[in-house]
C-alpha cells in the first residue's frame, strides 16, 4: 500500500487529500479568504450563561457569537464577562455560530495533548501492552495515536515535550491578554490532514506559495515527516465535479443519492441495474463511508438501503457498514439497528465545513 497526502490550490480553495494505490480517500477543503476556524484556542469572554440550552455564549472576538455547551456543574462556575480558554470545534453554520469546548486538544502526529485533562487514553489498535506503556511513561493528559506505532519511543517523547511546551506558550499568552483574543490560530485543512495521516510515504505541494510555510511548520513541530514535503503535481481539483454531484455509480451496476438538508443528510441506495441487491448494499455501505470522509459530511446522516428480506442480511450490512466506517479519523456513532423500513443512522462529528459548502462559498 502507497499512501500519498497531495495538497493544492484551485479557484480560491485549498485542498489537501489522502490518496492510497492511486485512490483518494479523503478530502480536506477550505476557501483561503475565509479558512476554518476549527482546532483555534481563543480566550473568550463568557456573554451569558443559558441554563435553558445548558451552554453559554461566548465572544471569541469575531463579531458573532459562540456557543460553549456545559455539564452540569460548568454552568455554576461561570459568570458574565469572565474569560474562558477555549477551542473552536465546528465553525458557523447558517444561523448558528461557532461551537467551543474547553476541553483543549493539541493534535501532534504520534500524541494528542489534553492539558485539562490528568488520563492517558491508547488507541485500541495498539494493544495492551502499549497501553500499559504509555500509561507508565506519560504524566497528565494524552491521547496515544495509533500512529505512534510508526514511532521510535524516544520520537513520541519528543513529541510530548513539544507539546507540553506549546501549552504552556498558549497559557502564558492567555495571562498576558485579555479577552476576547486569539491564543493559537487554526491548524488550517492541509495541516490538519498531515497530522492525520503521518505515515505517508510522500506529501506533494502543488503551489510555490504553499510549500515554504508548511515545510517550515513541519520542521519545528513534525520533524520526523518534514522531509517527506516536496513539490509536486496535486491534480486534486479533476475529482470535484464528481464530488459535488449527488450522485455515485457502485460498481455491480447500483447507485447511491446524497442529498443534504438543513436539518440532517440522507443517501438512498438505488439497486438500480444490480442483480444482486445483497452486494449493492454492501458495496453502497463501503462507498458512503468514503463519500462521508470525501464530502466532510458532519451531523446526523440517514441512510436508506435496498429492502431485505432476511434478518441475517441485515445484520451483515451492518456490521459490513460499521467496520467501512471504523477507519475514519472523525468520530462516527451508527446505530445498533436497521429500522423497520432499513434505515440506517448515524453521527459523524462536525469538522469545517463540508466540501460543498466550501467550494459553493
Known sequence: MVKTVEITAT?????????????????????????????????????????????????????????????????????????????????????KGAEATRDVALPGAGLIHLPFSGGVAVSSRLGPAAKREWQQRLEGGWIVRAASAGMTVDAVLDEA?????RWEAIADRAE????????????????????????????????????????????????????????GAAPLGDAL???????????????????????LTVID????????????????AVEIARQLRLRNIGGTVVVDFISMRRGGDRAALLNAFRGALADDPLRVQLGEALSPLGLAELARERRGQALADVVNG
Open 269 to 284: 441506495v438505488d439497486g438500480g441495474r444490480a442483480p444482486d441487491h445483497v452486494r449493492a448494499n454492501r458495496e453502497a
Open 11 to 95: 479557484d480560491g480553495v485549498l485542498l489537501a487529500g489522502v490518496v492510497i494505490d492511486g485512490r483518494l480517500t479523503d478530502l480536506a477543503a477550505e476557501r483561503l479568504s475565509s479558512p476554518s476556524l476549527a482546532g483555534a484556542v481563543v480566550l473568550a469572554r463568557v456573554e451569558r450563561v443559558d441554563r435553558v440550552s445548558a451552554g453559554a455564549f461566548l465572544d471569541i472576538g469575531t463579531g458573532r457569537s459562540a456557543f460553549l455547551p456545559l455539564r452540569g456543574p460548568e454552568a455554576d462556575s461561570l459568570r458574565a464577562g469572565a474569560p474562558v480558554i477555549v477551542q473552536i470545534v465546528a465553525d458557523p453554520r447558517a444561523e
Open 161 to 165: 515535550t513539544r507539546l507540553a511546551r
Open 241 to 263: 465535479d464528481s464530488l459535488l454531484g449527488p450522485t455515485v455509480p457502485l460498481p455491480s451496476g447500483g447507485s447511491i443519492t446524497i442529498e443534504a438538508t438543513r436539518a
Open 176 to 231: 498576558a491578554t485579555r479577552a476576547p483574543a486569539l491564543l493559537e490560530p487554526a491548524p488550517g485543512a492541509a495541516r490538519r490532514l498531515i497530522l492525520d495521516h503521518p505515515d505517508a510515504a510522500r506529501i506533494v505541494v502543488d503551489g510555490a506559495a504553499l510549500l515554504p510555510p508548511l515545510q517550515r511548520w513541519a520542521a519545528a513541530a513534525i520533524p520526523d515527516v518534514a522531509p517527506r514535503i516536496a513539490a
